[in-house]
């Protein structure tokens, strides 16, 4: 890998629920993920977390970073690192844009009483179901993860900080 490209993904997390986005085109697309993106050269990764959930779902966050993920993906020739954001409020509307169709999961697992889905795994990153339970708990948290051609991870290791 020739070198490594800085992104950033930031969630909402407030009253038993997180705001996700369905991603309607580009890398990870059908596949639902928080809001983010490339950091640009003049920018800070919080202030590129801003930018991305500005654009991406509409609204402004006072974001935190939380955790921190390292990818290779196979054939792809830089690595990825992430920086990972979350607020527990937000200002502004919500709306669905281009890039993405956002909309509000449950945290607790199956709670019956709960008129949101739960957080769709099965339709996310597979190194997600790993770092999103820390992410849920407020525990900083860094991570790698290894992916294959097909989108297979084949390697990881994530763990509290
Ligand atoms: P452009 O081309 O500028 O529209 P940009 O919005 O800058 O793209 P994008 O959407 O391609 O970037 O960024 C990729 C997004 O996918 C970032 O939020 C990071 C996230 N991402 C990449 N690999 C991931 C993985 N394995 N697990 C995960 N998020 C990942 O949860
Ligand atoms: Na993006
Ligand atoms: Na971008």
């Known amino acids: 890998f020739e070198k490594v490209k800085l992104y950033t993904n930031a969630f909402i997390v407030e009253e038993g629920r997180i ?3 369905y991603k309607k085109r580009g890398f990870g697309k059908d596949l639902y ?7 640009e050269p003049q ?13 991406e779902a509409g609204i402004t966050a006072p974001l935190k970073k939380c955790g921190t993920l390292f990818f290779v993906c196979e054939d792809i020739d830089h690595a990825f690192h992430i ?3 979350v607020a527990d409020e937000y ?10 169709r956002p909309g509000w999961f449950s945290t607790s697992q199956g709670a019956p009483s709960s008129e949101l889905p739960p957080i769709p795994y099965s339709r996310m990153w597979a190194d997600d179901v790993f770092w999103m339970p820390m992410l849920l708990a407020g ?5 790698r993860a290894d992916f294959v051609q097909d989108g297979t991870m084949q390697k990881w290791w994530f763990a509290e900080v």
Do not use: C, H, S, Y
């Not at 993920?33 to 950091?39: D, L």
């Open 19 to 21: 705001l996700l986005g």
């Open 33 to 39: 993920n928080g809001f983010g993106g490339k950091v």
């Open 43 to 55: 920018e800070t990764p919080l202030e590129a977390a801003v930018r991305e959930m500005q654009e």
């Open 83 to 85: 920086d990972i954001f």
């Open 91 to 100: 200002t502004g509307a919500i709306i669905e844009t281009d890039e993405m």
């Open 139 to 143: 525990k900083p948290f860094i991570g």
